[in-house]
C-alpha cells in the first residue's frame, strides 16, 4: 500500500492536475453539448459526470498527495 501511495505522491504534480482539470472541462464544455444536440441524453448524463469526476477527482487526489 505505501509504493502505491508513494508512487501516486511522485507522479501527481501541478502539471498532472493541470491536464486532468483541462480534460475534464472539455468534456463538460465540447462533449455534452455535442451529445445533447444529437438527443444522446443518457450518453449527455454520463459524460457530464465523468467530467465533474475527472475535475473533483484530481484535486482530491492532489490534495491526498500532497498530505501524504
Given at each position: 500500500m505505501n509504493t502505491i501511495l508513494y508512487y501516486i505522491k511522485?507522479?501527481?504534480?501541478?502539471n498532472m492536475l493541470a491536464i486532468?482539470?483541462?480534460t475534464g472541462s472539455f468534456i463538460l464544455i465540447r462533449d455534452?453539448?455535442?451529445?445533447?444536440?444529437?438527443?444522446l441524453m443518457r450518453e449527455s448524463l454520463i459524460a457530464k459526470v465523468l467530467g465533474y469526476l475527472y475535475i473533483f477527482g484530481?484535486?482530491?487526489?492532489?490534495?491526498?498527495?500532497?498530505i501524504i
Open positions: 511522485m507522479r501527481f504534480g501541478a486532468f482539470i483541462l455534452v453539448s455535442l451529445l445533447k444536440k444529437k438527443q484530481s484535486i482530491a487526489l492532489f490534495i491526498v498527495a500532497k
